[in-house]
């Protein structure tokens, strides 16, 4: 079932069956702004706390906008500007998806969206689909100009923070790379064996957890190594529930997480981020040799599927 409706102040497109509810607002990146499972009465997406969405434009701050529920990030994560060949180009912040406007239509039980880039010159499409406890989205970019770009794809996906969740991460995960300071984790560039490892020698952490509610922090880690398992998600013991992202590991290889408690502009949430790039600006993914290109006429295919299930 797909009904049009408003969500908050916003025009949104809702997907449904007996077991899960999706919205999706096209004009804001196609962002999906809620993913509910209708009998645990459960949202596990992290809800705008603005309680109102504003538009943005394309090089805006991301952190002055509503960083809520699951956003594409591409090309890129970190802003900058990149040399392509004799001309410099920007790359904006959190990418360049998270601000377009998106044309829709119904088709095949779901809702198919597209965006064509004026700045990179590919067309990005998006399917969206629920089959019983799942949402599946099927992506689809291609360079229609005629230069050769680097770029990646980062899922930015927002959850609600619980203090006693516990996080998913792929089978042989052996161990993360921190990479920025924090008063927990440390010098960014610092590695650590997982699942736990020591801090200064003498405080363990568990990274299949998550911090205190009361900690005031943010971290943010990748697994040092590419994923031979595409799956990864989230335990919410107290809600009996588990919610579980799955999808080619060929294809997206390189996993993150986030967590913010309260360190960044006071929000509760985290995000387990996979991508086809290491790690986060096209300068850092370009000198680890991780940065993917998309020459003209190329294409990335691939997809993800969200499980959200009972324990």
Request: charged share 25%.
């Amino acid at each position: 079932m797909i009904k049009h409706e408003k969500f908050m102040n916003v025009d949104a497109i809702a997907l449904e069956n007996d077991t899960i509810r999706a919205v999706c607002l096209p004009d804001f990146g196609g962002k999906i702004v809620s993913l509910y499972h209708k009998k645990k009465d459960f949202e596990l997406l992290f809800q705008n706390p603005a309680g109102e969405f504003r538009k943005a434009k394309p090089g805006n701050d991301f952190s002055t906008f509503e960083a809520c529920g699951f956003d594409d990030a591409f090309p890129n994560i970190d802003a900058e500007t990149v040399k392509i060949g004799d001309n410099y180009v920007n790359y904006f912040d959190h990418g360049e998806i998270w601000t377009a406007s998106f044309e829709w239509q119904e088709k095949q039980g779901g809702i198919l969206l597209s965006y064509h880039s004026p700045y990179f010159h590919y067309k990005y499409e998006k399917f969206f689909t629920l089959s019983g406890k799942i949402l599946r989205v099927d992506y689809t970019i291609r360079n229609e100009g005629n230069i050769e770009f680097p770029c990646f794809w980062t899922c930015h996906c927002l959850v609600r923070y619980e203090k006693d969740m516990r996080l998913i991460f792929p089978r042989g995960t052996n161990s993360v790379i921190n990479v920025f300071d924090s008063d927990i984790l440390g010098h960014a560039g610092t590695v650590y064996r997982f699942p736990k490892d020591y801090i200064d020698g003498d405080r363990e952490y568990d990274f299949t957890g998550v911090p205190d509610a009361d900690s005031n922090t943010a971290l943010k880690y990748y697994c040092c190594e590419p994923s031979r398992e595409g799956r990864c998600g989230y335990i919410y013991p107290s809600e009996g529930i588990k919610a579980v992202i799955e999808y080619d590991p060929q294809k997206l290889p390189y996993l993150g997480f986030w967590i913010t408690t309260g360190g960044y502009r006071g929000d509760m949430n985290c995000a387990l981020e996979p991508s086809n790039g290491f790690y986060d600006s096209i300068t850092t993914a370009g000198k680890n040799g991780k940065c993917p290109s998309l020459g003209p006429g190329e294409e990335m295919r691939f997809s993800l599927e969200f499980i959200l299930d009972l324990l």
